[in-house]
C-alpha cells in the first residue's frame, strides 16, 4: 500500500500557509539568496527572517549552507534527485490511484456477473 | 528517465510505469485486471471515478466533481487538504471522448497552459493496459511540473497541491 505521511504534508501546508514564506520561495526560485538579503527585501529583522526560513527548512522546502558569516538560502533539492524522486513518486501515485481503479472495476465485474450486462 | 523500480511483495500485482519519453511528454503505463470496456466505464462514471482519483491515502477531499464526459465536455474537481485554506479546482476541456478506447483533455487550472493528457485503454485478454500521456506546451513547463526548472508561484491551484503532496508527502510502506 502507499500512503502519504500527513505530518510532512501538514508541514509544507503550514510552511506555505504565510504570505511572506511563499515570497522568500518565490525569491529562491530566482536565485539563492542570504538572510540579510531577504530580511532586507521583505522589510524584516534578522531574527524575524530566520524563524520564517527555519520553517521553510522544516517542512525541506529549503536548505540553508553557511559560508564564513554568511547563511545562504536555496529551495529544497538539486535538480537532479529532484526530478528522479518525483518521478517514482508520482509513479506511486498513479499507482495507488490504479489500485483502487482496479478495486471498482472489479466490483463492476462482479455486479455484471450476478445480473448480466447492462448494455 | 524511469522511473520503474523493484516489485513490492505480491507479485502478482501490476505496476505502473513512469517515463519522461521526451522534453515534453510524460507518459504513465499500467495494466488493470479487467475488461476495458469495465475500466472505462469507472473512468467515465462520475460517481465511480470519485472512489478511485483520489484515493483515502492522500488525506484529500473531494469538494465537488462535475464532469460532462463527451467531446466538447468540460469538468471541474475540487479538492480539500485540511492544512490548505481553500479548495483547489482541476478543471478543462474533453478534446476527444472514444467509448473503451480514447480520451482527450485539456488541464486549464495552470497559469501558463497544463499538459493534455492522452489515455488510451487497449484490451489484452481480459486485462486493459491503460497508458496515460502528458503532452506539455513546452520543455520548461514539464520541467517546472517535475520541480527541475524554476520554481514558478506558490500552490493555489490543484495541480500544484497534488505537485505538493507528491513531492512533500509521499512514503511508501509496504
Not at chain 1, 518521478?87 to 455486479?111: G, H, I, P, S, T
Not at chain 2, 505480491?10 to 522534453?23: A, C, H
Request: net charge negative; proline share 4%.
Amino acid at each position: 500500500m502507499v500512503q502519504f505521511s500527513n505530518t510532512h504534508l501538514d508541514a509544507s501546508f503550514g510552511a506555505l500557509s504565510d504570505p511572506t514564506r511563499r515570497g522568500v520561495l518565490e525569491q529562491l526560485g530566482r536565485a539563492d539568496a542570504s538572510i540579510t538579503d531577504l530580511a532586507d527585501r521583505f522589510h524584516m529583522s534578522l531574527t524575524g527572517m530566520k524563524k520564517h526560513v527555519g520553517v521553510l527548512e522544516q517542512a525541506g522546502l529549503v536548505t540553508t549552507e553557511k559560508v564564513g558569516r554568511v547563511r545562504t538560502c536555496k529551495l529544497g533539492a538539486r535538480r537532479l534527485e529532484e526530478e528522479t524522486a518525483w518521478l517514482e513518486r508520482y509513479r506511486e501515485m498513479w499507482d495507488a490511484r490504479f489500485d483502487a481503479l482496479e478495486n471498482v472495476v472489479e466490483v463492476l465485474r462482479q455486479k455484471e456477473m450476478l445480473h448480466g450486462r447492462k448494455k | 528517465m524511469d522511473a520503474r523500480s523493484e516489485g513490492g511483495p505480491n507479485p502478482m500485482k501490476n505496476r505502473s510505469t513512469v517515463d519522461r519519453k521526451s522534453e515534453r511528454e510524460l507518459v504513465v503505463t499500467r495494466t488493470i485486471r479487467g475488461p476495458a470496456r469495465l475500466v472505462f466505464e469507472a473512468w467515465t462514471t462520475p460517481e465511480l471515478f470519485q472512489q478511485w482519483w483520489i484515493p483515502k491515502s492522500f488525506g484529500v477531499t473531494i469538494v465537488s466533481c462535475d464532469m460532462d464526459i463527451r467531446t466538447g465536455g468540460t469538468y471541474r474537481l475540487a479538492l480539500r487538504h485540511p492544512a490548505a485554506p481553500a479548495p483547489m479546482e482541476f478543471f478543462g476541456r474533453y478534446i476527444e471522448v472514444t467509448p473503451h478506447s480514447r480520451m482527450v483533455w485539456t488541464n486549464d487550472e495552470g497559469e501558463d497552459g497544463g499538459p493534455v493528457t492522452t489515455v488510451t485503454f487497449e484490451d489484452k485478454g481480459g486485462q486493459t493496459l491503460l497508458v496515460v500521456h502528458d503532452l506539455y506546451p513546452t520543455k520548461e513547463a514539464l520541467d517546472a511540473a517535475l520541480g527541475s526548472g524554476q520554481t514558478t508561484g506558490m500552490p493555489e491551484t490543484l495541480d500544484q497541491l497534488e505537485e505538493l503532496i507528491l513531492t512533500q508527502g509521499a512514503t511508501k510502506r509496504d
